[in-house]
């Protein structure tokens, strides 16, 4: 008489494959239950499973120091400067939060006999000089842009 062989039930997952971001979980279950006879069929099927799996983040972005500011725009009454920062010390993983605040300041600066003076301002500030607005480094007569 043939016994046909049957899988016995799936393993737990394993851990995953990774401490971080997108890995690989695995379980495995065997052709046992019975074990096929002779004569007898094999089990049809895989004999493991896997699944993604993610952890946590790897890292969450981190700030660069600020770079120097940039000349002034102008060379008489007032212009621009500008300084930044980058979100990669380090770079956020996928999973990892990006940086929050800004990546750049923008201050006005102003001729004066002893030369550019830098004048700081920010959005809550109801004029910024001379009646112009600025937003992401743009300069808008009237409403913030």
């Given at each position: 008489?043939?016994v046909h062989?049957?899988?016995?039930?799936?393993?737990?997952?394993?851990?995953?494959?990774?401490?971080?971001?997108?890995?690989?979980?695995?379980?495995?279950?065997?052709?046992?239950?019975?074990?096929?006879?002779?004569?007898?069929?094999?089990?049809?099927?895989?004999?493991?499973?896997?699944?993604?799996?993610?952890?946590?983040?790897?890292?969450?972005?981190?700030?660069?120091?600020?770079?120097s500011?940039?000349?002034?725009?102008?060379?008489?009454?007032?212009?621009?400067?500008?300084?930044?920062?980058?979100?990669?010390?380090?770079?956020?993983?996928?999973?990892?939060?990006?940086?929050?605040?800004?990546?750049?300041?923008?201050?006005?600066?102003?001729?004066?006999?002893?030369?550019?003076?830098?004048?700081?301002?920010?959005?809550?500030?109801?004029?910024?000089r001379?009646?112009?607005?600025?937003?992401?480094?743009?300069?808008?007569?009237?409403?913030?842009?």
């Amino acid at each position: 008489m043939s016994v046909h062989g049957g899988w016995t039930t799936w393993s737990n997952w394993g851990a995953c494959s990774v401490t971080c971001e997108f890995g690989i979980q695995r379980r495995h279950r065997n052709c046992t239950n019975p074990y096929p006879s002779r004569f007898g069929d094999h089990c049809f099927g895989d004999t493991m499973d896997d699944r993604v799996c993610m952890v946590k983040a790897c890292a969450d972005g981190g700030w660069t120091t600020w770079g120097s500011w940039t000349s002034c725009s102008a060379s008489c009454d007032g212009g621009l400067r500008t300084q930044s920062r980058t979100c990669t010390n380090p770079p956020p993983s996928p999973l990892g939060k990006a940086c929050e605040g800004d990546s750049s300041k923008i201050a006005i600066s102003k001729h004066t006999n002893r030369g550019f003076q830098r004048i700081p301002f920010d959005k809550s500030e109801s004029s910024c000089r001379r009646g112009n607005e600025i937003s992401n480094g743009f300069i808008k007569r009237g409403k913030w842009i």
